[in-house]
């Protein structure tokens, strides 16, 4: 595949994966307010589950890298998952004295991001 078209599917998978960040996160707030961030939460959690998920398929051979891997890997979840808006929210947690929930908002999204990453691995490994 040229560096255009992988590109293009990098561009695609981005375009999916920033709109679902969008849409996920302002449906988190609608059911549960902007007291604690659990949307980010939700999208990093999810997707890096999702990224396990998909890099034991490439281990596995079950689909090709080509054009997958920049249409998934590279946009998709690299769009839907969030280190920016995670530490931000950190940033206002901790201006508004927030301690404890940043602390947690922290602990979760770091344990449980790898723990999900790792399931989506092992249990495809599995298959």
């Given at each position: 595949m040229n560096y255009f078209s992988t590109l293009t599917f990098v561009a695609l998978g981005g375009a999916i994966?920033?709109?679902s960040r969008f849409l996920l996160s302002e449906l988190f707030v609608l059911l549960l307010g902007r007291s604690f961030p659990y949307g980010t939460l939700f999208v990093n959690v999810t997707g890096s589950m999702?990224?396990?998920?998909?890099?034991?398929?490439?281990t596995?051979?079950?689909v090709s890298g080509d054009p997958w891997r920049p249409l998934i890997g590279l946009g998709?979840?690299?769009a839907l998952t969030t280190f920016s808006t995670f530490s931000m929210d950190?940033?206002?947690l901790l201006q508004q004295g927030e301690f404890v929930?940043?602390?947690l908002n922290m602990m979760l999204n770091v344990v449980l991001s790898v723990s999900a990453c790792w399931m989506g691995y092992h249990i495809l490994m599995k298959q």
């Open positions: 994966g920033a709109c999702m990224m396990g998920a998909f890099t034991a398929l490439l596995m051979q079950a998709f979840l690299g950190n940033v206002n929930k940043m602390g």
